[in-house]
């Protein structure tokens, strides 16, 4: 924020001197010229579309979708009184935001977008934020399309693989979800999903798997066919990063919930035909403070219960955690837990009594007790806590669910069986070199390592490698570089069925690959390449994903 | 909603019917005119305020604060796509409705608004509603007067009363509330309190009394001062119904909770010094159909859990039932149930682990069980259901829960102890006379009485009658007419805290009163009148309050 005030005071001193030497007016309206000059700006309606398009692809998820500011500032033409006015700011102030990024956590978008693009958006975001439309279950209902009717389905599979050891790989800006047998690591197909892939998640009994991408869209995937077939697709809203299954016995395949960013709200899903059933809107109350009531409040990571039959759905803007029931997926009711802003990824511990998530602009992590519906602890960590699901190992300090942080480099291993410590970082440690970055951690109930990627960390040498860690004494015991004929950044690990195998993605480089690793021994077992591997990021095994295994 | 429609047409057949007789101007201006005549309709800031407050006042509570409807059909200038504009309905239609009510449950205004508040109320209508300003934690503060710290109150009663059978009497149209002591049944004082007082709670230990009235103004008072007195006061809405306290265990006079029309929104206050701690506005999606965000979405009854630290509230319009955890009152959590529409008023059976409410609108009994925050069923009973608080008694049928109806002479008695027919209306019976209009029902658990009264029929020899019935037998014992030296109509009943006596409020006639019944006998003990009974109306005894004794 200090670099932002900065900024601002540069920008509008340059301004000011410049007036002064240009002409002779009076001081009113000097103070007034670059707002003056900012009017200026106007658009066509296809560079309307197209800063549109890149801005809910690359900007709204820190800064909102209608501009109004979320984790990162507010980008309103007339300021909110918070932060400073994009008119003030004018092209040049945007573009050195836009190219070189913030320390507070902003990338560098020169050499990711086009020259063209940085243009565009230095007075896009100079114009009124364009009017989000409604969209709600009539709308979802309209894009609703069920290509192969429940009937039309096969009973059984109709092959002889281990879907339980089946891999779905996104390949998020290609839009597409590649399905790997993990057995044979053969690629069994490339669909075209959703824009800007997200995550994907596999219905209870693994024979489903549902991708949502960033524009919203749920592509519902049969593994039982020869071939992994598309049999329905459904937008559920314009911008979104989560879906889940519903996972209690006896609504095993039953229902989907989706957890969109734009509209802010929660859709249930049929999950065997992704008809819609019902559209919650998540605005509400802020956790803290004066309880503001929060219009643009984003839903966050979604997980779901397997000791009742419920999800929990994490919003993000209001700091609630949200204890949905889906017996009733019409008319759902729920619990709201005030805990912390800004809500974003998380995991249960080994137990799966307990769901730790981050709240990651205030630096905390949040526990709550899900069959009891309470707040357990809200513990600081570091600088922005990014654990994934987080991972469960389990050592002399006790069982621990761990997280790894983008904002410095530190790994905090928190203690969640009963004690003397329970709900505390036991343990800091620190991954190889300088910075944060970490995105995600991994481990398996089976295995004595722990992994690590930096893949937001600025520094090459170490966004390509991953770090494994011993268990039992969390000591260091490997940095794996990437691989010859592999380049990229390293990012997200999967373990394969039995636990013996890590599976990692060189992403955004010139050879892109899936890299497989022997857990036991941290060699090299397999690389999958391809011109089909294109910018592989996370990977969903079947079993693990439907069990929640990490 | 025939009858309206069919006025609508009328009007609006007999409008074009006018204008063809008159000019003859083409088919498209000739619809236009009734809107362009209403264009000229236009209000002074005094007629503006006049308006507003009679609106608040007889208006809101049906057609919601900002007038796009709630029970009653929106009155808007322009409609809103299911109701008549009313600028189409025009001064001569609107007043039609407000001379004559409608039988849906809208009053007859003619005798009781005089003809110049009708004449504005024709002209107010049809001007464009004023913005409701906000109204959130700051301006409560601002409004808050602590009159004498807890410092500066006496640690122990300053008499010999027996502050557990204290009665304060709500007299609404006065704005006050008087203070009896039912032991020896002398008036301690008569306090001013807010405009249109609605309900009066005491606090836990029975100490205070606090009113709401609907004007959003809380009132409190101490009892242990020799005389009644108010010790703080604060304006926590523009509108409100309700207010309660926190009862659980460790929890005693700690938090006080208002519920709120105008904003909808749920207040926490300190329950010593009336401080607001948090505002959570109640605004959201709807319990069916197609779950629209209300943003209207008011605060009906609520009542303090024993079992748990938690009040219940209902929120009218979405149908939803929250239990709100006061544990953290600056940041509370909820859990939200969707039930029916619309939520008015309710109690508990009496085991105190069930709350029943009606959803009037509906016609529906709503089922909650309490410490396991879950509904239990939704009842269907009769037209517009309005039990009060309900009451409780106990027969060969069961453990029974009895509600009254404003829309049809029946009481139904629902069966609230486990076994057969558990939750199901076991027995119906009729009140004398025909006709609904009955708003309240009492027993106790020392009585073999249930007395009913007919407060809203419009035949003045039942509204100024109560029915007491055997609750064995569930016979008609006895219909006691007013006393001589009372009149006007029959409302509300309160017992003693022996509950030996019950105490009949008469308002709405010349000679108001409190009558007093012997409850063994039926006959009347004494009859409480004087210039200082203004039309009272609900009556609150210490001790029944405290521990929902009904």
């Known amino acids: 924020m200090k670099k932002l005030k900065l900024l601002i005071v540069l920008i509008v001193v340059a301004t000011i001197s410049f007036s002064c030497k240009s002409d002779k007016k009076s001081e009113v309206e000097k103070d007034k010229e670059p707002v003056m000059a900012a009017n200026d700006i106007s658009l066509t309606d ?58 507070g956590g902003m990338p560098e978008w020169k050499g990711i977008m086009t020259e063209e693009e940085i243009e565009l958006m230095t007075r896009f975001l100079q114009a009124e934020p364009p009017v989000i439309p409604p969209y709600g279950i009539d709308e979802i209902n309209s894009s609703w399309n069920l290509i192969i009717p429940v009937a039309d389905r096969p009973t059984k599979p109709q092959h002889n693989r281990n879907i339980n050891n089946y891999f779905g790989v996104i390949m998020r800006d290609a839009g597409k979800v590649a399905v790997i047998d993990g057995d044979t690591k053969e690629k069994l197909v490339v669909l075209k999903t959703g824009f800007a892939v997200h995550i994907l998640r596999t219905s209870a009994s693994g024979r489903y798997i549902y991708s949502v991408g960033r524009d919203g869209r749920i592509t519902m995937i049969d593994t039982y066919t020869k071939t992994p077939t598309i049999v329905a697709e459904v937008k559920a809203g314009f911008d979104a990063r989560s879906v889940e299954v519903s996972k209690f016995k006896g609504y095993e395949d ?216 011993d268990i039992k004494t969390l000591e260091l015991k490997k940095t794996l570089s990437a691989p010859e004929g592999v380049d990229g950044r390293a990012v997200h690990f999967e373990y394969n069925k039995a636990g013996n195998e890590v599976w990692v993605s060189y992403f955004m480089g010139e050879k892109s690959a899936i890299v497989i690793y022997n857990d036991k021994t941290l060699e090299v077992k397999q690389i999958i390449q391809g011109d089909w591997v294109e910018n592989p990021t996370g990977k969903f095994n079947v079993y693990n994903t439907t069990h929640d295994v990490y």
């Open 46 to 103: 296809v560079e309307m579309k197209n800063g549109s398009e890149i801005y809910f692809d690359k900007c709204a998820g820190c800064h909102g979708s209608s501009r109004k500011g979320a984790t990162g500032p507010s980008l309103l033409p007339d300021g909110d009184g918070k932060y400073a006015a994009t008119k003030v700011l004018g092209a040049a102030g945007l573009r050195a935001f836009i190219e070189n990024g913030t320390p």
């Open 254 to 469: 039953k229902y989907l919930v989706f957890g969109g960013y734009s509209p802010s709200h929660i859709a249930i899903l049929d999950a065997q035909t992704l008809e819609p059933l019902s559209v919650t809107e998540t605005k509400g109350n802020a956790c803290d403070g004066d309880k503001e009531f929060i219009e643009e409040a984003r839903v966050a990571a979604i997980v779901a219960s397997h000791t009742d039959p419920v999800w929990i759905c994490n919003v993000k803007e209001t700091g609630m955690v949200w204890i949905v029931d889906y017996t009733d997926p019409r008319n759902p009711g729920m619990t709201q837990i005030p805990t912390a802003r800004f809500l974003h990824d998380g995991g249960f511990d080994s137990t799966g009594h307990y769901f730790l998530v981050a709240a990651n602009a205030s630096n905390k992590i949040v526990v709550i007790d899900v069959p009891n519906k309470k707040l357990v602890k809200i513990i600081e960590t570091g600088i922005k806590p990014h654990p994934g699901r987080g991972t469960n190992i389990k050592n002399d300090l006790g069982n621990l669910w761990v997280t790894s942080h983008l904002g410095e480099n530190k790994l905090s291993f928190i203690k969640t069986n009963p004690g003397e410590n329970q709900w505390t970082v036991v343990k800091e440690i620190k991954a190889s070199g300088n910075g944060g970055g970490a995105l995600f951690v991994k481990s398996h109930p089976k295995s004595k390592h722990l992994w690590v990627d930096r893949t937001l960390n600025p520094d090459p040498v170490l966004n390509s490698a991953v770090d494994v860690f």
